[in-house]
């Protein structure tokens, strides 16, 4: 991606390796756009792999994104039984964490 975006209110650095939220660490970069990275991560807690998105910090202050990845996670568990569960997004774990470039939601 562009060391542009990499700025004040732009994406936030992230290495391999690196442990978020004392739960999370990297394994690999599974994607990345001018809103968000997407990373391989291990659940220290849980032991399994999940992906990661953390989003920019001036995407983060707007985005409805949050909000209805927040709302499909409060649906989680109410439909078990709908045929179309399995092609609908889990969500594990949202949170904030602070950084170099600003304040970043980060959805799991």
């Known amino acids: 991606e562009?060391?542009?975006y990499y700025r004040e209110g732009g994406l936030h650095?992230?290495?391999i390796w690196d442990t978020i939220n004392d739960r999370y660490q990297v394994n690999n970069k599974l994607g990345f756009g001018a809103c968000s990275t997407?990373?391989?991560v291990e659940d220290l807690t849980l032991k399994r792999f999940v992906s990661l998105k953390v989003l920019a910090a001036d995407v983060s202050a707007v985005s409805s994104e949050l909000h209805v990845e927040q709302h499909l996670k409060l649906?989680?568990?109410k439909q078990d039984s709908h045929p179309g569960r399995d092609h609908v997004i889990q969500i594990y774990d949202t949170f904030i964490i602070?950084?170099?470039n600003?304040?970043?939601h980060c959805i799991v």
């Open 98 to 100: 602070e950084g170099p």
């Open 102 to 104: 600003g304040t970043y």
């Open 38 to 40: 997407i990373w391989l």
């Open 75 to 77: 649906q989680q568990g």
């Open 13 to 15: 650095p992230v290495n």
């Open 2 to 4: 562009r060391a542009s």
